[in-house]
């Protein structure tokens, strides 16, 4: 029975030992899961806050009726990624909670066995103490190496007891840390529950709201129609001096860089005295596309770094909300207009900087139909942004990425303030989104 006992003891100690080395990986998996859950929930209640923003500001202007309801959408789509984020976040902690609740259950198990033995060895040290003192266990040694070992029992017994001690002092404590971390995450989970519900609730009146201002627009779709047809047209208009200075842009690149090689071949001739080899130069000795810029090997390593961050670029504005979305589509509030869009159209709040998306080289500072149109150039790639109404950078300036090189202008339609962005490979433009990081 004895036998039987201190066997269960054993695979008791043997199942908690394995418990805790289990732990200690997951614990810092779960640690850094839980950190970026934290970190996105962050960024999301960051685009909330400011998104609310743009919808005040909107709510002040009778003009921007089409901007509200987009930024609306976006709050929704907002809220929703918030509520998603939470429900994993709360999940987590429940597993965590669990987690920590059954290693307190076993290092509660660990204390008891650990006191049952301390317990037993102090009643039989008690039992035993007058049977024979140490000075006279120590004298009736037969020899003097009998007397070290027991000495040394002695000091064994003793460290054994002691240390006994310790473990049980530092087992107390660690379920203390470990109920206090359970009492800790309760009080979490009760906070994101009641968060969760509260986004719920907004997000319940952001979608009335949504319901209601698409009915308001309906009643007014002939007004905003003609409105729509007269932005189109101006952006069509806009469109076409882009792409012209685009191609004009690729034409005097290629033009210069041609004379300078030829310049380059010419010197070398003269310096070597053998003209007859003058024919045989070229920028890069291959032929090269008339829509492509022909590239310096300088030139060439920005493309390709461009074309590595895809999906990574930063937005081209600290903060906004998305208004206009890239491609050809039938408006979704006045659906008898169709929208022809080569980038994105980003609200942004007054006084709002722009910044490259990447370094470059800034091409062009166009003044088109009354509004400042910004070129720069990485490498076979180009980055567009029009409606400025400042610039602070100048053709063949060298800019860094997320370097302010403007101000977003008021739009002259709906007084609000618009950025319209685009990116461009040569002279073909390109889906913004697929390039832009998700904030």
Not at 54 to 73: C, D, F
Not at 112 to 131: G, H, I, P, Q
Not at 266 to 274: S, V
Request: proline residues 2%; hydrophobic residues 35%; glycine residues 4%.
């Amino acid at each position: 029975m004895k036998k039987n006992h201190k066997y269960s003891r054993l695979l008791c100690a043997v199942a908690v030992l394995a418990v805790t080395l289990m732990l200690v990986p997951f614990d810092a998996f779960s640690q850094s899961k839980s950190a970026k859950l934290k970190n996105d929930k962050k960024k999301i209640e960051t685009e909330i806050a400011n998104t609310q923003k743009l919808l005040k500001q909107t709510e002040k202007n009778k003009n921007a009726s089409l901007q509200q309801i987009s930024v609306l959408r976006q709050q929704i789509s907002n809220r929703e990624a918030l509520i998603t984020t939470l429900n994993t976040e709360i999940f987590q902690l429940e597993e965590e909670l669990a987690l920590n609740v059954k290693l307190s259950q076993d290092l509660s198990k660990k204390l008891e066995y650990m006191k049952s033995d301390y317990s037993r060895v102090v009643y039989l040290a008690y039992k035993n103490r007058k049977l024979i003192d140490k000075v006279t266990f120590l004298l009736s040694s037969d020899n003097f190496s009998q007397m070290f070992r027991r000495i040394k029992y002695y000091s064994v017994f003793a460290n054994n007891v002691k240390r006994q001690v310790e473990l049980i002092e530092k087992t107390q404590e660690e379920i203390r840390l470990k109920n206090e971390e359970i009492v800790r995450m309760k009080a979490e989970k009760l906070a994101l529950l009641e968060g969760k519900e509260v986004e719920i609730k907004k997000l319940e009146m952001d979608r009335t709201a949504t319901t209601k201002k698409a009915q308001e627009l309906k009643q007014k779709e002939k007004q905003l129609a003609s409105t729509l047809q007269e932005k189109q047209k101006k952006r069509k208009e806009l469109d076409v001096a882009i792409k012209k200075a685009i191609e004009a842009e690729i034409v005097a690149a290629n033009k210069k860089k041609a004379e300078e090689a030829a310049k380059a071949a010419k010197a070398k001739a003269k310096a070597n005295k053998n003209t007859s080899n003058t024919s045989s130069s070229g920028t890069s000795g291959k032929t090269t596309a008339k829509n492509e810029i022909v590239l310096t090997p300088d030139e060439q390593l920005v493309s390709n770094s461009f074309a590595n961050n895809k999906g990574k670029l930063p937005w081209p504005v600290a903060k906004g909300a998305k208004v206009g979305e890239f491609g050809s589509y039938p408006h979704p509030d006045v659906p008898s207009v169709m929208i022809e869009n080569r980038g994105i159209d980003i609200l942004v709040e007054p006084n709002t900087s722009v910044r490259a998306v990447f370094q470059g080289e800034v091409t062009g500072v166009l003044d088109v139909m009354g509004t400042k149109v910004l070129m720069i150039r990485h490498g076979e790639y180009l980055s567009v942004y029009q409606n400025l109404a400042s610039v602070s950078v100048k053709k063949g300036d060298k800019v860094n990425t997320k370097q302010s090189v403007g101000t977003v202008a008021r739009s002259s339609t709906n007084n609000t303030y618009e950025l319209h962005f685009e990116v461009w490979k040569n002279n073909v433009y390109l889906n913004p989104n697929q390039w832009l990081s998700g904030r």
